[in-house]
C-alpha cells in the first residue's frame, strides 16, 4: 500500500536509469546507509562490532568481488582467499615500506597487487570454461598459500610467522593496530565498503557490466556483437580481484589485527562461494544478503540454544553450522538458484501490489 | 522511399570449407549488392548456416576468398566482421537470457560506446552522456519492432517470436551494413511471420541495410528477395531471380519438388 510506485513519472533517460527508480527504495536504502553511518557506532557495543558487523562488511566486499567475476562474468574461481592474501601481505609490506603513508589509502593501493594477480590467473580463462577454470583458480589458492608462509621477506622475518599489524594514525586517530577502537575500525571499513560497493553497481549498469552478463549468458553471440572474450573476462578478473584484495587487506587490518597464512585457506574461497550462492549469484545486494545470512548463522545457532535455556558446547555447535550451512546450500541451489536476493525481488513485486493482488 | 541497388557490398569467391573429411562447402562464389535482400536457400545440410559463419568470420575456410567494402580477407575474427559492420542473428535464438530485453538491445551498442572505467565507475560525465544517447538509439528500435511493453522483462521468459524479435533488435543496434538473418521466421504462426516480414523490409527501406536471409518458407524467400542462390551438398546448384529459380529444373529436383497431381 505504502510501497508503490504508482505517480512517479519518468519523463528523461537520465531519471529512468537512476540507481533506485523507486522513492520509496531511494529512502530505504539511504536510511539504512544513514543509519549505519550514525546510529550504529553510537549504539553498538565492542562485541556487536568486532564479532558481527566488522567481519560481515569484510566478507561483503570479498563476496561482491567473487560475484562480479562469477555471478556477472560467469567465470568460476576458487581463488579468493588466495587474491584475498595478496592484499593482506601486499598491504603488509607496503605499510613497513612507507610508514608514513596513510593506511587507509595503502590497503586501496593493495587492491591493485591482488588485481594484477587476478589478471595473470584470468588468462586461462579464454580457453578453459566452468569447472576446468575452477580448478586453474585453485593454484592461486595453493601457491599464494605456500608462498606466504615460505618465504620469510612476506612477513618481515618474524618468529611467529604471523604478520602483526602496527598502529598507523589518521588525524591522531588510530586506525589500526591494537590500539585502534572497533568503532574506528568499523567506520573505516564501511566507508570502503560502501565506496567501492556503489563503483561495482555503476560498472554492472554500464557496458562494461553488459559485456560481462553477455559474455556469461552467450558467448558466442557476445563475440559476435563485437565484445572481446579475453578483454572483458581478463577485466573481470581484475576488478573481482581488486575487490578481493582490499578485502583481505581490511581482514588482516581492521578485523584479525594478526594474521598467519592459514586464514586464507581453501575455506575461506568456499565459505565466499557459498555467500554468493546464497545471497544470489549476478546480484549486488545478493553479496551483502549471503554475507550476512553466513555471518550470523553460527552466531545465531551459539546463542539460540543458550537463549531457550538448553545450553549445548561449543563442538555441537560447530557440527550443526557445518550440517545445516550444507543443507541451506543444496536447497538454495534447488528451489531458488537466484539466491536470497530473487527472494527479495520477489518480495517487493509482491509488496507493490498488496493488498490488491490482481 | 525510392531504393538503389548499389556496387557490390560483400563478394564471396571460391570458398572452399571442410571439417576433417566433411565437405560443408565446396567452390562457392556469388556477390551481393548494397541495399539489396538476397536469400540462401537449401535442404537441410546443405551449407546455409555455415556459409553465414564463414561470412562473419566464425569458421575460416581452407580456400577462397572474401571482400566486404573493398577489403578483402583470409580470415578474421567474429569481432573483426562486428567492427566493419556485420550483423546477424541466429537459427536457435542466442540471446543473453539473464538480461532485459533493453540490456540485450543496448548490448548491442557496445562497439559504439567508449568511455572508459573510471567514468564506468562514476556513471557520471562522459559514461552518462553516452548511455543516453545510446539509450535513446534503442529505444527507437524498441519503437519500430513494437516491443516496448517488454522493454524490463528477462529475455529469459518471452515467448519465442517476441525472443526473435529480440534478437533482431539486438543486431540493428549494431547499425550494421549487412544483416545476416538464419531462419528469422522458424517456428512462427503466420501473423508473427507477417510482422517479421514486416520488419525485413522497414530495415531494408528505412535504414538501407543489405540484408542476407536463410529461410525455408518459400512464399516469404520468394516475396522478399531479389535474389537468391541454392546451396545443395555444399554447392551451389543455382543463382538468379526468384522468377529464374522457381523454374528451374535443377533446383525443383533437389529442393523445391513439385506439387502432388493424383
Known sequence: ?358 | MERKIGETLLGVEHISLSFGGVKALTDISFNIREKEVFAIIGPNGAGKTSMLNVINGFYHPQQGEIHFKGLHRKQMRPHEAAVQGIARTFQNVALFKGMSTLNNIMAGRNLKMKTNLFWQALYYGPARTEEMINREYVEDIIDFLEIQSIRRTPVGKLPYGLQKRVELGRALAMAPELLLLDEPMAGMNIEEKQDMCRFIIDINEQYGTTIVLIEHDMGVVMDLSERLIVLDYGRKIAEGTPDEIRGNQVVIDAYLGVAHTN
Open chain 1, 1 to 358: 500500500m505504502f510501497y508503490r510506485e504508482a505517480g512517479q513519472f519518468k519523463t528523461t533517460y537520465i531519471s529512468d536509469q537512476e540507481l533506485f527508480p523507486v522513492k520509496q527504495d531511494r529512502w530505504g536504502i539511504l536510511l539504512i546507509i544513514g543509519f549505519s553511518f550514525i546510529v550504529i557506532p553510537l549504539i553498538a557495543n565492542d562485541y556487536w562490532l568486532q564479532a558481527i558487523l566488522i567481519p560481515f562488511l569484510i566478507f561483503s566486499l570479498a563476496a561482491l568481488g567473487l560475484n562480479i567475476l562469477t555471478g556477472y562474468a560467469g567465470q568460476l574461481s576458487l581463488g579468493t582467499g588466495g587474491f584475498m592474501a595478496v592484499g593482506a601481505y601486499s598491504c603488509y609490506k607496503l605499510v613497513t615500506i612507507f610508514p608514513e603513508t596513510n593506511v587507509i589509502l595503502l590497503i586501496l593501493v593493495s587492491g591493485f597487487f591482488s588485481a594484477g594477480i587476478g589478471l595473470i590467473f584470468g588468462i586461462p580463462s579464454l580457453k578453459i570454461k566452468g569447472f576446468y577454470l575452477a580448478v586453474a583458480t585453485l593454484a592461486a589458492q595453493f601457491f599464494f598459500e605456500w608462498l606466504f608462509g615460505r618465504v620469510k621477506w612476506f612477513y618481515n622475518y618474524n618468529d611467529s610467522g604471523a604478520i602483526e599489524v602496527p598502529v598507523r594514525k589518521f588525524f591522531d586517530i588510530a586506525v589500526t593496530g591494537p590500539i585502534a577502537t572497533a568503532q574506528t575500525r568499523y567506520v573505516v571499513v564501511l566507508c570502503i565498503v560502501t565506496f567501492l560497493a556503489l563503483i561495482a553497481v555503476n560498472i554492472v549498469r554500464g557496458r562494461i557490466g553488459r559485456a560481462w552478463m553477455a559474455i556469461r549468458d552467450m558467448d558466442i553471440a557476445a563475440e559476435l556483437i563485437g565484445i572481446r572474450p579475453l578483454t572483458t573476462k581478463l577485466i573481470a578478473f581484475a576488478i573481482s580481484s581488486y575487490y578481493a584484495g582490499v578485502a583481505g587487506a581490511l581482514f588482516v587490518f581492521a578485523y584479525l589485527g594478526s594474521a598467519e597464512v592459514e586464514v586464507f585457506d581453501i575455506n575461506i574461497s568456499f565459505e565466499i562461494l557459498f555467500m554468493i550462492i546464497i545471497g544470489g549469484l549476478g546480484s549486488i545486494s545478493g553479496a551483502f544478503l549471503g554475507a550476512a545470512f553466513i555471518v550470523l548463522i553460527p552466531i545465531l545457532i551459539t546463542n539460540l540454544p543458550r537463549m531457550l535455556g538448553m545450553p549445548i558446547n561449543a563442538a555441537t555447535v560447530e557440527h550443526f553450522n557445518f550440517m545445516i550451512l550444507g543443507a541451506l546450500i543444496v536447497l538454495f541451489l534447488i528451489f531458488e538458484p537466484h539466491g536470497l536476493a530473487k527472494i527479495w525481488t520477489i518480495m517487493r513485486e509482491k509488496l507493490r501490489v498488496w493488498p490488491f493482488p490482481y
